[in-house]
């Protein structure tokens, strides 16, 4: 049976709202009213339009007496006035109420009952209802029963555009978000994604309240309940290093750290498809099927079959299913306090080890450093690798400023013993268009050994530049390998880069010198 929800109180009068509906009835609704279609594999596929990532740049947040103080405000938390977003809620609202239908999607942000939040989706497109089906934890149907109001809501016009004159307001797209109401604007963009990082931005104000440390990262859990966390940005191989056979996989991307140990906020994953083969992630390429949407894929017309390689609506494309597809995962999807934290970077000028074992105070460092680095060719005008600071591996999704993140990441990794380990996937022998990559079974390997525990048994040395400690062995992995320099032909050209490299470390650190500690400060290269 059906189950309608009165929107009267939101200010909305449609008649026909359909919340919770089942995957059949959505996949119906998004293939007659939207002209989605089914692949082969039985997802359904659809387009975002003219938004096919996010939009950084039109995010806003409230400016309120009571969060003011807490929010880390500059390029990544923008400021708009109470007035500015209640302009936007009347014109979602406004559009909303022209609609037939609309859909309402009540679920949970975190598995655990003691910290989740309830989230409200109100939409009018069936694959956005689909699609938050998919991310959030789903309720039972006693749960949804007794769902009650919920902690957030999220008004998605996407279709309907900003009006760009009003104050704060840079564009007809925005994404406007105010703590004290409880609300999330969407105007302008259809892209997924928003609805996902709202509530994700949400989680990463209310944990730090809470002194629970939210964190972009994945996890997964080896047979003894030994549970690592994986953090990197695009490119590092957090996906490829957190998904093993021999480990369960208890969340991809978005978690919270309580005093029980790890929660995944998500009930679902959003992989990136571009080039998805079954040979290189059978997980991913079995996972979809029917109830799985696909955002900006191409198909052939007449099999059905989708191009994974094909890029020509945008090289962003996704696929967004429920965790329970794939086989090896660990739920409910919460797990112990972490023993192996480990920070992942693609360094494309081949001067950073493949793995170092961190201080805490290290840790602290390069948690809010979030490294990597783009190889040449990848942009136009890119003629040598370029560093890429992201704070906290996730800075377009932090509230706080990133040392609150990095004092509870120091504080549980004491309390609870955790290891932090440095691990490096890019170049060695050379920066990038001299030296070649990592070889993924060196890097798996490594992973291995931490896992183990045999890196933290091995005797270490000292990185001269960076003052990382480096370990001396490692089985399977040459022990020339996980020392730079040896593997430099040119050996003042390995000193210079690795000079020039300390040297984007510092500065990129000195936005931080205001909250960060000596000990953090001095955590850093030595050099």
Known sequence: MRKELDLASYGISVSRVHRNPSPAQLYEDAIIRENAAITSSGALMNSSGQKTGRSPKDKRIVEDPASTDSIWWGSVNTKIPIDSFMHNRRRAIDYLNTRELLYVIDAFAGWDKENRIKVRIICERAYHALFMTNMLVRPTPEELLSFGEPDYVIF?????????????????????????????????????????????????????????????????????????????????????????????????????????????????CYAKCINLSKESEPEIFNAIRFGTVLENTIYDDRTRLVDFEDASLTENTRASYPIEFIDNIKTPCIGEHPKNII?????????????????PEQAMYHFMSGYTAKVAGTEVGVIEPEATFSACFGAAFLVWHPAKYAELLAANMKKYHSKAWLVNTGWCGGSYGVGKRLSIKHTRAIIDGIHSGELANVPCIKDPIFGLNVPTHCSNVPDNVLFPENSWADKNAYRQTALKLAELFRNNFVKFADLASDDILNAGPCK
Request: hydrophobic residues 35%.
């Open 343 to 359: 920070l992942l970077t693609c360094d494309a000028f081949g001067v950073l080890p493949p793995v170092s074992s961190l201080t």
């Open 156 to 268: 998605n016009a996407g279709q309907f555009p900003a009006d760009p004159a009003s104050p704060a307001i840079s564009s007809e797209t925005s994404v406007a978000l105010s703590f004290e109401r409880g609300e999330f604007i969407i105007l302008g963009t259809q892209y997924a994604g928003e609805m996902k990082k709202g509530v994700f931005t949400i989680m990463n104000y209310l944990m730090p309240k809470k002194n629970i440390l939210s964190m972009h990262c994945s996890a997964n859990e080896g047979i003894n309940g030994d549970v690592s966390l994986f953090f990197g940005l695009s490119g590092t191989g957090k996906t490829t290093l957190s998904t093993e056979p021999n480990r369960k996989l208890i969340g991809d991307d978005e978690h919270y750290w309580t005093d029980k140990g790890i929660v995944n906020i998500e009930g679902g």
